[in-house]
């Protein structure tokens, strides 16, 4: 370490640093990049996935063929006669050990084959795939929106924790934490179709292709999100101005702390903030299940309240499986974002 | 004798918090000459640092400031946010004390010195990284191209340092201000770093302000040496006269605390009994009088002021250690 | 030095010294303010759902005569008005609130039991136990929960002890993850070293201090996730999948509300207030608590 400083520079150990010495990245990068953490981190995760995504696939099954009734009887309805639910019950398999049926559906699934509805007879796949956008098209459109409003009025509040911006903001949040999506959705509702009628549809065509027709099921995803995401932001902002070294490095360069604020703390945040959004993600995909209820999108959401009122057991799983697929793959996107976004992680040590 | 570059008059400084207010800073007068190299030394609490944020004109808008500080004559106290910012970094620069903590982790090296750089010269973009690079040449930090767009992590503790002053020294600053600067380093690196920053003194003719706990480091690298106690200036000399003349009683007790090599083996290392006083409360005698082995009665009636009682060398005491006395 | 020298440099703005002193001291009084208001409302609340109709003749909330049906807010005699079958609206937002708090509490004591237990247990014992617990609990969480508790209600069939049942698959899970994290980082502190280290009884290690030092922590964990599941909860029971009519539920009534929206906004509007003012203050308890208790 001392003798560095006397003599002349270090010895270059090839592949040691990745940049060259103008900055290019050199073919030391690549080959570092076979080794690097980050995606040795995503390997890892990803292999954790597997399992993860088979027990939900598992669980989702043992639970609906332990509760009472089955496919055969909502299909047939209430009066049919024990006769004809057995019938029906053979006709879709439902007659064989659990076990036998999960391998069956497991070892379809793996090779592509989602089987068919047991309800309809359609093959799930289709169906999934018909209605996979509409979902996709909300949950994205929803946090495009949170994100657009959080960082903004987090930074706000951070600029002046305790001013008047800061303790309102706070307070919205407060109601915006508390408010029950279904009060949301229809508070919403009632306020742009009663109050400001023709700007934002009540009702979706169905189709979910018109954007303004997903803005207020967009709307009740987002702005309890939003109100998580600005505390958490600020707290972070708040933290780091509070009781970090380099923002005072930062104040004492002549920097006003607007800029210090957004330069310097805020790209710390984004870190944690990622976080956030993945583990959030599942109950977001909770309410996007309200949420195309109330608003009558042609989703996910409804396709799968149907599916479990029908006991359709192959739809649901595909159902499942997209959701908790999505989950894991979301959270998987973030742990690689977040090695590629903390230099720590990207570059190790390779002090001197 | 050249215009003082810094003149400090009558600084006070309280902070408000609820409801009781500290006193950190007791009305303090010294000065800087250009180049001059100034310590000042005191225990957690005793004001110093709060003196170089007043300085820097870092302090929190929630700390009343009254008196005067003077840098190249223009007047800091009372300035407006925008002003403060134009002053901090151009006029006087910082060093802080843990090298770990004070560079932003997710910010390449040399961006965090641009920074510093574009903020108040007028350079562009390539300009200010060929600047960067010979800041970081001259801080001595070897393969500056490459250290360049290396992240904070990946250089070493000492290393960070001299990154951090080369950020300080980025707009060629009249005053350096380092603050406990070499206390988180290894004693070999804190060599290193004091004779570094020694020689660019000498060639960027900056003053340097050092803020310590450790009169052993000033005595070795500082030309005058301040002494400050419960937000007070005690004593104040040149280093040599400050050792070799010592008047303050506290500061003697300072001097009998540093550890020597030629002591008897297991003899009790002299320790200054009680604690520093609570600032939230101004005392009407000497802030030191309770834990001053020489108190006498007038010690706790009235606080005894500043003076130059020899050539060179104030000190503020009634009784303090006659020559028979030191060390 | 490096804690006090940042927040040296940036504190809270503030221009006139003497304002910030009163200041300082009503922002002590608001902060309890913060905390025992809301907790007084909440007790208000309580009060009446469940020891108000012990006292007071309070009409059943599921019968009423027809001749009854459909009566505004403030008609005499129904306070809240009546729903279209005539029953008293006062008395279905007493009983469902009866029904909401009961269904948090139990859910939200579950969770900590059997969620805390597991938590604290798999964070203690690491190896291979901790390894199995999380990637169950993991299962759990990438699992949409609303789809387990939906499948749950609906195969059992509506019924408050179902979606009790169903609602705790949710809230476990949370709180074993909270309580996990806090036992790793209270394992490793030298207190609880030194304790494992004189050869204490494990459970006793745990019970005496890991349990404790949690306590806050799991503790405002739980208030503040009483909000979410009593939100959840009303979801189920407005997608009609929880409590079962014509028992009243305080979602159910906001879905009743939805049907006549276009006509009357009553039915919808004071279901929804008490909903959300009941998390409100929840939260604003919860959170008090947690500043107060300097939680994370």
Redesign the interface.
Known sequence: MSASVTLGPPERIPGHSGTEPDGRPGGAYVRRLARSPALRLAGRRLLIAIPVLWGVTFLTFVVENALPGDAAQALLGANATPAEIRAESIKLHLNQPLLIRYWDWLWAALHGNLGNSLYSGQPVGPIIAQRLPVTIDLVVYALVVTLVISIPLAVLCARRPGGIIDRTIMALCMAGLSIAPIVLALLLLQVFSGYLHNLLPALASGTGNDPRDLTMPALTLALPLAAFYIRFLRADLIEQMQSEDYTVTALAKGLSRWRVLTRHALRNSFIGLLTVIGLNLATLIGVTVIAESIFGLAGMGNELLQAIQHRDVPLLEGIVLVFAGFVVLVNLATDLLYSVLDPRIRHGRSGS | MADPLLEVSDLRVRFRSRGSVVHAVQGIDFTVEPGQTLAIIGESGSGKTVSAYAVMGLLPPTAQVSGSIRFKGVEIVGLGERELQDHRGRNAAMVFQNPERSLNPTMKVGAQITEAVRRHLPLSRPQAHERAVELLRMVRIPAPERRFHEYPHQLSGGMRQRVIIAIALACEPALLIADEATTALDVTTQAQIMNLLLDLQQELGTAMLMISHDLALAASYAEEVMVMYAGRIVERAGAADLFGNVRMPYTRALLDAIPRTDLEPHVLLPVIGGRPPDLSTVLPGCAFAPRCPDAQADCREQAPALEQHEMGHWSACWHPCGKEAAS | ???????????????D?AA??RR??TR?LLRTLEITVPGAILLVLLFFCFIWPLVYPVPSPTYGSVLDASLPLWSPGHIFGTTNVGYDNMARILYGGRTTFEVAAAVQVIGLVVGGLLGVVAGYAGGIVEAVLM??L??F????????I???V????QSELHVIWALSAFSIPAVARVARAGTLRLRDQPFVVAARLSSVKAWRIISGHIVPNLMPQLFTFSLLGT?IV???E??LD??GYGIPDPAPSW?GM??Y??TV?SVA?SP?VVP?LF??GT??C???VG?GLRNRWGVR
Not at chain 3, 1 to 13: D, Y
Not at chain 3, 141 to 148: D, E, K, M, N, R
């Open positions: 030095m490096a804690a006090p020298v940042a927040s040296l440099a940036l504190g809270v703005p503030d221009a010294p910030t002193q300082s001291r002590g990637r169950v993991d299962i969480i990438a699992f949409p929960s609303l789809v387990l939906l499948a749950i609906d195969g059992l069939g909000g009593i939100i959840l009303s979801g407005f997608l979602g906001i879905a509300g939805q929206m906004l919808l929804s909903l959300f998390v409100v929840l939260n604003l959170d």
